[in-house]
């Protein structure tokens, strides 16, 4: 397992950015890291692969604190993407499974065979400088994987890449993590998130919030009446508790009552075309939003 146990970092006397982060990852668990923008999580896994000090607080490896020799077994992709842009895509990749010591013939196998999975096939032999953005972030992914390891530390891997592009990447991690991997990824793309992970931390102003599987965390957060209403004007809900938002021109209203439903339906029904009434869980979206305010 992964343990992070109470981190602590600050930058200078004024800026603290991490306040006590502490989560664990299980070999084969997909962890997703959400939380606002500078809230933590770039230094959180700055720390974890030792490019950044922690001022107090120690990262684990299957119970032993992790040094040098241990982040050889991680990969990482970090947010200041490190290629070599005028390096061939093939040749970048098998340099990078080299220097983390794998023989030349294993490094040429791995590389041709993340280059098939990530779809690359056709610029193999193209200098990365060439490559548009997205497709240059599959090639930093096949370099954080290109060794085998056993942890993936990935600062928003998803960031930029077009919705096929998220399919792969996405199959890609399901399948390291069926392989016993233990997968840590940021992101700010919270359906993604729920689609994908076993469980998530949000972290705001370096504490995390809340961590567990999504589906705990909203069966704790309860569930809440929500109703939309077509045709109906601004003011229809006045008087009525929960909060009101429009969505695709649509009044939706939210609440965790459970008395006055009734009500809410018959106001809701004088005052426009009810397209949907009944009680859900909140997305991982809406208890992100609650979590940080
Ligand atoms: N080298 C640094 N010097 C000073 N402050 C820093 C440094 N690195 C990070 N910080 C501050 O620490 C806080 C946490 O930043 P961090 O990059 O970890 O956030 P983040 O959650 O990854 O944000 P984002 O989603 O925008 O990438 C921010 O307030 C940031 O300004």
Not at 4 to 29: C, I, N, Q, T
Not at 73 to 99: D, H, N, S, T
Not at 153 to 158: A, G, K, N, S, Y
Request: aromatic letters at 6%.
């Amino acid at each position: 397992m992964l343990e992070v146990k109470d981190l602590r970092k600050s930058f200078g006397a004024a800026k603290r950015a991490l306040d006590g982060v502490s989560f664990s990852v299980r070999p084969g668990e997909i962890f997703g890291f959400v939380g606002a923008n500078g809230a933590g999580k770039t230094t959180t896994m700055r720390i974890i692969m030792g490019v950044l000090e922690a001022d107090a607080g120690e990262v684990t490896w299957q119970g032993t604190p992790i040094d040098f020799t241990t982040r050889r077994r991680f990969g990482y992709m970090p947010e200041e993407r490190g290629l070599y842009q005028k390096m061939r895509v093939a040749e970048q990749i098998e340099y990078f499974g080299r220097l983390h010591g794998l023989s030349p013939s294993q490094a040429r196998k791995a590389a041709a065979d993340l280059i098939e999975q990530l779809g690359l096939t056709a610029r193999a032999n193209d200098a990365v400088q060439t490559l548009s953005l997205g497709n240059q972030q599959r090639v930093q992914l096949a370099v954080a994987l290109v060794h085998d390891p056993e942890v993936l530390i990935l600062d928003e891997p998803f960031s930029g890449l077009d919705p096929l592009a998220v399919d792969t990447l996405a199959e890609v991690l399901r399948g390291r993590a069926l392989g016993g991997v233990a997968v840590i990824f940021s992101s700010h793309q919270l359906e993604l998130v729920e689609r994908l992970c076993d469980s998530v931390g949000i972290i705001a102003r370096g504490r995390m919030v809340a961590t567990g599987p999504v589906d705990e965390l909203r069966a704790a957060a309860g569930r809440r009446l929500r109703v939309v209403v077509a045709d109906a004007g601004p003011d229809w809900a006045d008087g009525l508790p929960g909060e009101l938002t429009v969505e695709n021109g649509r009044q939706v209203l939210t609440t965790t009552t459970k008395e006055d439903d009734q009500k809410i339906l018959r106001a809701a029904m004088e005052a426009g075309q009810v397209e949907y009434f009944g009680s859900e869980y909140p997305s991982l979206s809406e208890i992100f939003r609650e979590a940080v305010a």
